[in-house]
């Protein structure tokens, strides 16, 4: 008998129409012959919801307080969706994070799995019932307190769970038909792909792509779980994520790999700029270690050279927007002590990445790319680069376009524009 982990988002449960809807396919699966485990997301946009809520109380909350609220929303998913399985005849019960034995470190909002005990969902599959997962949180055995993932950390549930089970699927049910070459809310052209290997996957979960999030696929690639990200508003295949150094799925073994996988957008990131810092060594050392007592993830890092006579160079780095605000505080601290002359904020910024195993051997590819977003009058103001992707900073407001310009330019452009089935894109 097959063990399937399926994942069901937020907009696969936004209604009791749709947990109705899915009830039938999770009950479909379980009188195929399978074992079902299913972890859900909460209904909709209600974290958000939840956020904002939050926000009317107070606008600093308590990260132990913050993870309680938020719990809350996949709560109710698991709990109707039980009844609603229940209702079709099958067996069903749900669990919270804890009842399932994810247990975590105590890092409110962001909780790293230290292990996974899922006994009671493995008693309850034993027993022949589906068992329901609520996504996206845990428990921390330190504290003895709930704990969250971090934003869109139910898919980070499902291969922990996908794991812990030794299940042979992890199916991850979303509303477009699998990973696409871009996000087709942005690029309606983009093309579905049948595979991608996890380190094209995880670059473009790295650089904003959020159909699957990060830890998800640094977790599959880990343990080797294999991995189906597919649409519950259709019966179309999707996309298998997979490790060419485990094994190259049969559907794809014949098939030419392309050069580009796909380009994804980080939206919220900013660029903090140390302007006139002296052009002596040790200040880049002294800027970096004060943005590391921060903790805050410093990605893109530019220093340009010094203006001729002036002994000043400016130095460029981006971090998400919600770490900006105390990285220039920390700075700005240390003003004296670095000698720089200012600094510049600037959310208003997007991260557009190219990402392709194929790019190791390709060289005219980032001509093609600067020379595309020349073309259509688009600005680069940083870029980077690893092996298999090239990064640019572009202003905020062309992000869209150059992702469009860039996914014709290197022939991604299918024939018909991409299906959305459903979400808000919030
Ligand atoms: P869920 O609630 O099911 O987890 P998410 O909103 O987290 O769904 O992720 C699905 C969304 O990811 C899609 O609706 C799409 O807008 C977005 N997305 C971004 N990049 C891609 C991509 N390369 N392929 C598919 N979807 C993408
Ligand atoms: N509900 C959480 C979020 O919106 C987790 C998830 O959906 O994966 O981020
Ligand atoms: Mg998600």
């Given at each position: ?195 991608i290997t996890c380190e094209e996957m995880l670059e473009l979960?790295a650089s ?13 690639r ?22 060419p150094n ?11 790999q392309p050069i580009i996988s796909g ?36 990605d893109m ?52 990445a190219v990402v392709g195993a194929g790019m190791r051997t390709s060289t005219?590819l980032s001509?093609?790319l ?13 870029i980077s680069t690893s092996e298999i992707r090239i990064s ?35």
């Open positions: 008998m097959a063990l399937i982990v399926q994942k069901y988002g937020g907009s696969s449960v936004a209604d009791a129409a749709s947990i109705k809807r899915i009830a039938k396919r999770i009950v479909a699966a379980r009188k195929a012959g399978n074992n079902v485990a299913v972890v859900v997301s909460a209904m909709g946009d209600t974290t958000d919801e939840l956020l904002d809520l939050a926000d009317q109380i107070t606008p600093i909350q308590e990260p132990r307080e913050l993870d309680m609220l938020l719990t809350a929303g996949e709560r109710i998913s698991m709990a109707l969706l039980a009844m609603a399985i229940k209702s079709m005849g099958a067996d069903a019960i749900s669990f919270t994070g804890s009842q399932a034995g994810m247990l975590t470190d105590a890092t409110h909002g962001a909780a790293k799995i230290v292990a996974i005990e899922p006994w009671r969902v493995k008693a309850a599959l034993d027993a022949g019932a589906i068992a329901i997962v609520a996504g996206f949180q845990g428990f921390a055995t330190g504290t003895g307190n709930i704990t969250t993932l971090g934003r869109g950390g139910s898919d980070t549930t499902a291969v922990a769970l996908a794991t812990a089970l030794n299940a042979n699927w992890c199916e991850i049910y979303t509303d477009v038909d699998g990973i696409f070459t871009a996000d087709p809310r942005v690029v309606p052209l983009a093309r579905k792909l049948d595979a979960a904003g792509a959020k159909v699957l999030h990060l830890r998800a696929v640094e977790f599959a880990r343990h080797g779980v294999k991995l189906h990200v597919r649409s519950s508003f259709s019966n179309t295949p999707g996309t298998l994520v997979y490790d485990r094994e190259i799925p049969e559907e794809i073994a014949d098939m030419e380009i994804a957008a980080e939206m919220n990131d900013a660029k903090i700029t140390v302007v006139g810092v002296p052009d002596a060594p040790g200040r880049a050392a002294q800027i970096f270690g004060i943005v590391a007592t921060t903790k805050a993830h410093v890092i530019v220093q340009n050279v010094s203006a001729a006579g002036s002994r000043r160079t400016d130095i460029s780095f981006t971090v998400p927007i919600s770490e900006g605000k105390k990285v220039v505080a920390a700075l700005q601290a240390a003003e004296v002590s670095i000698g720089f002359e200012s600094l510049q904020y600037d959310d208003q910024i997007a991260k557009i005219e001509a093609l600067f020379n595309t977003l020349y073309e259509a009058g688009i600005n680069i103001e940083m640019v900073v572009t202003r905020a407001d062309v992000a869209a376009r150059a992702q469009q310009v860039l996914h014709t330019a290197l022939e991604l452009d299918a024939a018909e524009a991409a299906t959305v089935y459903a979400g808000s894109g919030r």
